[in-house]
């Protein structure tokens, strides 16, 4: 890349504006203070997200929730609203409610993660890979796997997962989109279609901080 001096003056997450001069967009971008934009970018956006999560009617109206529904989960509730159009409503607010429940788990999760970007990272942001994508590939099975285990108990607390197998008791439609025989959802299986749609919606939420910043952050770094 051309070398070329720039100016920056930048406002991140705490106010504070930072004044440099660097030589290269990649040098700029490698640095201490290139890579401590992106980590508040990444932990500003995930308050952001945790915030929703823990606000009930926040994440139920959060189109970018609704968006992360799993396949599987958006066609039982297509078959609940025909069925028991109540029970879809009583699901979503006990999926909020587990969200809330989670926030602990992922949280630290996600920090972690960001704290550990390194140069190399940075780099591959500089290059066209979002911020996001990055956190996404380092800890989606991972949070996963840490808020199941919650969003079960929760699911379980509620009852909701006997509730729609006795809305769906008769119906093939379960075997057919579950596969093998079985007419019921299992627990497990339930709630591991809410977890991924817990992770994935937050991780939705996190990259639309970033879209929204990183014009303003990012740009003199040449994203």
Known sequence: MKKYIIAAALTIGTGAVITTTVQ???TLATTDMGLSIIKRMLLNGIDKG??????????????????ALPKELREINS???????????????????????????????????VNSLNAQDVTRI?????????????????????????VDE?????G????????????????SLLGGNTNTVNSGGL?????????SGLFNIIEDYEHQNSKSLLGPFGK
């Open 24 to 26: 290269s967009c990649t």
């Open 50 to 67: 945790m915030g929703i999560y823990t606000n009930k009617e926040a994440f139920l109206q959060n189109n970018m929730v609704d968006k």
């Open 79 to 113: 078959l609940l609203e025909k069925i028991a159009p109540s029970l879809v409503a009583k699901e979503r607010d006990y999926i909020a409610q587990a969200a809330a429940y989670t926030v602990n788990t992922s949280r630290p999760i996600l920090q972690g993660a």
């Open 126 to 150: 500089i290059q066209g890979t979002t911020a996001t994508q990055i956190l996404k590939e380092k800890t989606s099975q991972q949070l996963i796997a840490a808020i199941a285990p919650k």
């Open 154 to 158: 929760k699911l379980n607390e509620y």
């Open 160 to 175: 909701i997962v006997k509730t729609i197998n006795t809305a769906l008791s008769g119906s093939n439609f379960l075997g």
């Open 191 to 199: 709630s591991k279609l809410a977890s991924e749609q817990l992770v």
